[in-house]
């Protein structure tokens, strides 16, 4: 028993090393391919490629959006083709940093307090306050005259010489319309652009408060049209195209749009107001300042069925043609929808008097009919 026993573990041990050595080349074959591809990617560097090199080849000029953060980076390397970079000042990006590395120099002006180049300068490099082709322009143009000011700060984030150039926006300080204007890296003489990053400063978004429209016309500012409601408690809504806008109907006294599902400006319109409002007024229109109108609706005036209409400002119109090689953004139409609500049942207020008249009318009436059946019976 004892051989037999001996002679099946012996066979035990024989299967179990013939299905390691199965299992061994595939094994041995990856560990040498791997050790192939490792030595030949190595030797694809030229011999004795420092780190700092390695490191270098591994950046290049580029603006990254922001993750979770309102800044947008951008960086430009010395040792990278110029490149044209994009960014863009928003409401949720607001901060705009400007890093050249190296021996790299801030363009123009060296970023100085809030110097920056005309969006249609052709050349960054040579966009110079001292040049007789000045592009300088300060930024602060281009956004709402509120103070302070805003600048260039070198960054907080990044200790030593080598700081990165930061351009905050408050909020409150974004335009009605886009904007545009360009920065960058020169080289250290100052006479060749390394990067350029055309910056789009996004106008804010039209809003609505208090009965109050106030419009906004940049790419983004319309992504859909506003809603005001006018009842007798709210009987006015005023519309503010601004200082760059106007507003789309011109015959807004006469005629009324009616409510559009679209985007676009709507000049014709020709229904008439006494249709939705029988006791129409042109009165009930006003004109205010910055290009604001008001329209009230006397509380009594309400009609007896509900109406909407459409009112819509756009940005005026430009004499000055820009160049051609700096296309601004396509303006949008600020577009309100007015629900005009009926008169409807008498207020709460009233209520009291109606039905005090209802008590003295039969009062009245059983009174009558007491004197009348007294006399008959007489």
């Known amino acids: 028993m004892a051989s037999i026993w001996n002679m099946q573990c012996a066979r035990r041990r024989r299967i179990h090393i013939e299905a390691q050595v199965q299992r061994t080349p595939f094994s041995s074959c990856l560990l040498y391919w791997t050790a192939l591809l490792f030595f030949v990617s190595a030797a694809a560097l030229p011999k004795g490629t420092p780190l700092s090199v390695l490191e270098a080849r591994a950046t290049e000029s580029n603006c990254a959006p922001p993750a979770q953060s309102v800044r947008t980076k951008c960086a430009c390397d010395a040792n990278a083709a110029a490149l044209d970079l994009e960014a863009t000042i928003?409401?949720?990006?607001?901060?705009?940093?400007?890093?050249?590395?190296?021996?790299?120099?801030?363009?123009?002006?060296?970023?100085e307090g809030s110097k920056v180049c005309s969006a249609n300068f052709a050349d960054l490099a040579q966009c110079k306050l001292k040049?007789?082709?000045?592009?300088?322009?300060?930024?602060?143009?281009?956004?709402?005259?509120?103070?302070?000011?805003?600048?260039?700060?070198?960054?907080?984030?990044?200790?030593?010489?080598?700081?990165?150039?930061?351009?905050?926006?408050?909020?409150?300080?974004?335009?009605?319309?886009?904007?545009?204007?360009?920065?960058?890296?020169?080289?250290?003489?100052?006479?060749?652009?390394?990067?350029?990053?055309?910056?789009?400063?996004?106008?804010?978004?039209?809003?609505?408060?208090?009965?109050?429209?106030?419009?906004?016309?940049?790419?983004?500012?319309?992504?859909?049209?506003?809603t005001i409601t006018l009842s007798p408690s709210q009987n006015s809504f005023t519309l503010v195209c601004g200082e760059k806008g106007e507003i789309?109907?011109?015959?807004?006294?006469?005629?009324?749009?009616?409510?559009?599902?679209?985007?676009?400006?709507?000049?014709?319109?020709?229904?008439?107001?006494?249709?939705?409002?029988?006791?129409?007024?042109?009165?009930?229109?006003?004109?205010?300042?910055?290009?604001?109108?008001?329209?009230?609706?006397?509380?009594?005036?309400?009609?007896?069925?509900?109406?909407?209409?459409?009112?819509?400002?756009?940005?005026?119109?430009?004499?000055?043609?820009?160049?051609?090689?700096?296309?601004?953004?396509?303006?949008?139409?600020?577009?309100?929808?007015?629900?005009?609500?009926?008169?409807?049942?008498?207020?709460?207020?009233?209520?009291?008097?109606?039905s005090g008249l209802c008590n003295m009318i039969v009062l009245a009436c059983s009174e009558l009919i007491w004197r009348s059946s007294h006399l008959i019976g007489l």
Not at 90 to 111: D, V
Not at 175 to 201: E, L, M, N, R, W
Not at 259 to 281: F, M, Q, R, T
Not at 306 to 312: D, H, I, N, R
Request: overall charge negative; hydrophobic content about 30%.
């Open 90 to 111: 928003s409401e949720g990006t607001n901060e705009l940093e400007i890093h050249c590395k190296a021996n790299l120099s801030y363009s123009p002006e060296g970023l």
């Open 131 to 226: 040049s007789d082709k000045s592009g300088c322009i300060d930024v602060n143009t281009l956004l709402l005259s509120t103070s302070p000011p805003v600048n260039w700060q070198p960054s907080t984030n990044v200790p030593g010489g080598d700081q990165p150039k930061v351009l905050s926006v408050p909020k409150e300080k974004l335009p009605y319309i886009d904007g545009q204007f360009i920065v960058g890296c020169s080289d250290s003489k100052g006479s060749t652009t390394k990067c350029k990053v055309a910056v789009t400063v996004a106008a804010r978004a039209t809003e609505t408060k208090d009965q109050q429209v106030t419009c906004s016309y940049g790419k983004d500012s319309n992504k859909k049209h506003q």
């Open 248 to 354: 789309v109907q011109t015959n807004y006294k006469k005629t009324y749009c009616d409510v559009s599902e679209e985007n676009a400006a709507v000049k014709d319109c020709h229904g008439k107001y006494k249709d939705i409002l029988p006791g129409y007024e042109e009165a009930w229109w006003t004109d205010g300042e910055e290009k604001s109108f008001t329209f009230t609706i006397p509380e009594d005036k309400f009609p007896m069925a509900g109406a909407k209409m459409m009112v819509q400002c756009q940005k005026a119109e430009e004499k000055q043609v820009k160049d051609p090689t700096a296309p601004a953004p396509q303006p949008s139409v600020c577009s309100v929808d007015v629900i005009i609500e009926s008169a409807g049942v008498p207020s709460s207020a009233s209520v009291p008097f109606v």
